[in-house]
């Protein structure tokens, strides 16, 4: 009897262990959804070899950021990984490391519907794509570099747009904000809102 307990037992662990590690690679499901990028891409954080690229969808999502030398191909990914593991949210920020400096890349974000977050093999949407745009990395060799400033926006769009606008974007490698852009912060729709949305637009996805 407890030879017949044994083998029952070891053919039930056997089919346990079998079915845990065939579903690793079982082809998760893809559902006709996606996410929308509620806020496109804008670019922090520059030095010569690298570049962070930061934008937001409307639902939980993995994103990537593929890019290329201008004129070449976008053959080279970018994922957020922390410990190993591919972040899922709402808030996307990844870093492209390793780049050249002083050299033009032409990049667009992608992102990834989470529909449920299963283990081994998580329900997906489709990929939604932004358009391609480009930046420049730095270069501490060049002779001179210029950057413009703006200060006490306040909350204030229109102040933003004056100011923006009043920038040669074409002598300018990045932006600085020196303070106050919020009176305070009592939500996310405030920070985009109030602030952050209007930057991002003039710096056109491309300035840092």
Known sequence: MRTTTFYLFLIFF???ISNKLSAQHQPY???ETK?????DPYLIDPSETSMTVAWKTDTPSHSK???GKEGEELNHTAENQ???LLKVG???TVRIE?????TTYQYKVMSRRVVKLNPYWPAMGEWVESEVYNFTTFDKNKSEFTFSAITDIHESNQRINTFIDLIDWNKTDFLVHTGDAYHYLSSEDQVFGSFLSSIAKGLNQEKP
């Open 82 to 84: 922390e410990h190993g």
């Open 29 to 31: 499901p893809v559902h």
């Open 98 to 102: 390793n780049l050249e400096p002083g």
């Open 35 to 39: 996410s929308v990028i509620m806020q």
């Open 14 to 16: 056997l089919n346990f």
């Open 65 to 67: 950021v593929v890019y």
């Open 90 to 92: 709402t808030m996307h």
